[in-house]
């Protein structure tokens, strides 16, 4: 069975540069959600996004920006990073809104 | 900030015990899940309990939910080395039309052979 595609799967960049990760939901899932999980941490809701339209906003700073496409995948863009910005990112999608989450594999990014 | 408490935030166990993992929240929910993490690794979903339902088993997984009590535990049977991972539970919580869906701090669990 298809699941939620995330890439790349290991990104290293440096500090102030900036960075995209992809996400790929479950076809028919409309609604993506975004987390960030340093190391050791537990997930941060960061941002979602129902109908390609931004549906709830966490803890996401304002160097990041995210949006949903025509074809339901999403994007983070993450601009000026820290080193603070070293983490799994974990992308999840689901069809109804708070049933059956799925996650992605996650984007570890090392910003160095 | 994260509603879902676990506890015991680190456990270790040996092999064949049983693990039993809680959680706890703060507000009303739609619905609890819980999931698996490998150290480093993503997220496996194990088992989703509604709002509505007291107790669901998934092989050697027995999930309860006391909805007045705003608690959740996890039990792991004849726990395995293979069963070393980080648990987390998660919430979901429909706030003003949206849905959250807030992560516990997670549980260690170390089984040792």
């Known amino acids: 069975a298809a699941g939620v595609i995330q890439s790349p799967r290991h990104l290293i960049k440096e500090k102030r540069e900036t960075a995209t990760l992809k996400c790929y939901p479950i076809?028919?899932?409309?609604?993506v959600y975004w987390y960030q999980q340093g190391p050791g941490q537990d997930p941060q809701f960061l941002i979602s996004?129902?109908?390609?339209?931004?549906?709830d906003k966490g803890s996401i700073p304002d160097r990041f920006s995210a949006q949903q496409f025509s074809d339901y995948h999403s994007e983070l863009n993450m601009s000026s990073l820290e080193l603070g910005d070293s983490a799994l990112y974990f992308c999840?999608?689901?069809?109804?809104?708070?049933?059956?989450?799925?996650f992605g594999s996650g984007t570890r990014l090392t910003v160095v | 900030s994260q509603q879902g408490e676990e506890d015991p935030q680190a456990l270790s166990i040996q092999e064949g015990e049983n693990a039993t993992m809680n959680c706890s929240y703060k507000?009303?929910?739609?619905?609890l899940q819980w999931y698996r993490q490998n150290s480093g690794r993503g997220l496996v979903h194990l088992i989703l309990?509604?709002?509505?339902?007291r107790e669901k088993h998934s092989g050697r997984l027995r999930v309860t939910l006391d909805t007045s009590k705003k608690s959740s535990s996890l039990l792991i049977t004849a726990s395995r080395a293979a069963d070393t991972a980080s648990y987390f539970c998660?919430?979901?919580?429909?706030?003003?039309?949206?849905?959250?869906?807030?992560f516990g701090t997670g549980t260690r669990l170390k089984v040792l052979a």
């Open positions: 999840a999608s689901s069809s109804d809104r708070g049933l059956g989450y799925t």
């Open positions: 076809p028919r899932h409309d609604t």
């Open positions: 996004f129902y109908e390609k339209m931004q549906s």
């Open positions: 507000t009303s929910i739609n619905n």
């Open positions: 309990i509604r709002s509505n339902e």
């Open positions: 998660a919430a979901t919580q429909l706030l003003s039309g949206t849905y959250k869906y807030i």
